[in-house]
């Protein structure tokens, strides 16, 4: 009874702020589709980041990973330089390079961190910082040659929903953001293996699941959408690592419990961030700041209770 009063009150939460979102102030045709267009971003972006999130923490059997923290966003970020040296300039079409380089990026990243005695959790995070340091340093490095200016380069390291979209791009935006949507989606449905990979690769294997078939499908997957919101949105930290631990703890940790609810929580989450961003100031700050207030002492909190746990 409990939970299904939390689920009811994420629901209605997240109706509030699709209401206040959509429909505060004035809501006339052309402010009310730069509206829905920023709006169906905030969600994809942070049902996306969290649900890869989410994922990659059972995947890596690490509490603390999550897209921005494993190098993907950093490699994407790389792609999506790249692309902008090509003759395709649409953010649309700019995610496949990010989509590969992202995927190089996490591949590298859990690469170096394998040893003899497994995979360390720490060095995926330590090596996801060094990447993302790295895409930091070429995106300054590179902006007078792509003439990025100062203020694109704050958006794309710290992100922003600030983003209009033409008339004659409007349909692929969609069908990009409907493809993410059913990818993630599809995710759900491998629940039962989720939950066993989470107990451990050995145990998953007697039961005859195949842990290296759906670790890379998940890799796939999470590194296209993840490109696919830096693309758009620039990169966006530590969503993927504060939406999915709270909602474990308010839905369940089943998967099937709480990876559903990550569209309304991550949603949530992203649209309260954005709110705060366009209100707090009379200029408007990069989503990332945002998200990191929340992020970075939650970051360090469950580190702190990993090491006490572990004494």
Not at 215 to 232: D, G, Q, R
Not at 277 to 296: D, H, Q, Y
């Amino acid at each position: 009874m409990k939970k299904i009063s939390i689920i009811i009150l994420l629901i209605l939460l997240f109706s509030f702020l699709t209401y206040f979102y959509l429909f505060n102030g004035s809501a006339e045709g052309d402010i009310l589709t730069l509206r829905f267009t920023r709006y169906l971003l905030c969600i994809f972006t942070g049902f996306t980041l969290s649900m890869n999130g989410a994922l990659l923490q059972t995947v890596t059997q690490n509490i603390l990973a999550e897209p921005y923290l494993v190098g993907i966003s950093g490699g994407a970020l790389i792609g999506y330089l790249t692309g902008i040296a090509l003759p395709l300039k649409s953010s649309l079409f700019l995610s496949l390079p990010a989509f590969l380089f992202a995927l190089l990026g996490v591949l590298f990243v859990i690469s170096i961190s394998k040893g003899k005695q497994g995979t360390a959790p720490e060095l995926i995070i330590l090596s996801g910082i060094f990447i993302n340091l790295f895409a930091s340093s070429l995106l300054f490095l590179s902006a007078y040659i792509l003439n990025i200016s100062l203020d694109q380069i704050i958006y794309m390291l710290f992100g922003s929903m600030n983003i209009v979209i033409a008339s004659n791009e409007l349909i692929p935006f969609y069908m990009v953001i409907g493809i993410g949507f059913i990818l993630e989606l599809y995710l759900i449905t491998l629940s039962r293996e989720l939950d066993l990979l989470a107990i451990g690769p050995l145990e998953a294997k007697v039961t005859g699941v195949n842990p290296e078939k759906i670790k890379h499908l998940i890799l796939f997957i999470s590194s296209l959408t993840t490109a696919t919101t830096v693309a758009m949105a620039g990169m966006i930290g530590f969503v993927g690592l504060v939406v999915p631990h709270i909602t474990r703890e308010l839905a369940g940790k089943k998967h099937i419990q709480f990876l559903p609810f990550l569209f309304f929580t991550g949603g949530s989450f992203l649209l309260f961030s954005d709110l705060l961003a366009k209100s707090l100031f009379s200029f408007e700050l990069p989503i990332g700041s945002i998200t990191s207030l929340f992020g970075i002492p939650f970051f360090f909190f469950i580190l702190i209770k990993k090491r006490y746990e572990s004494i």
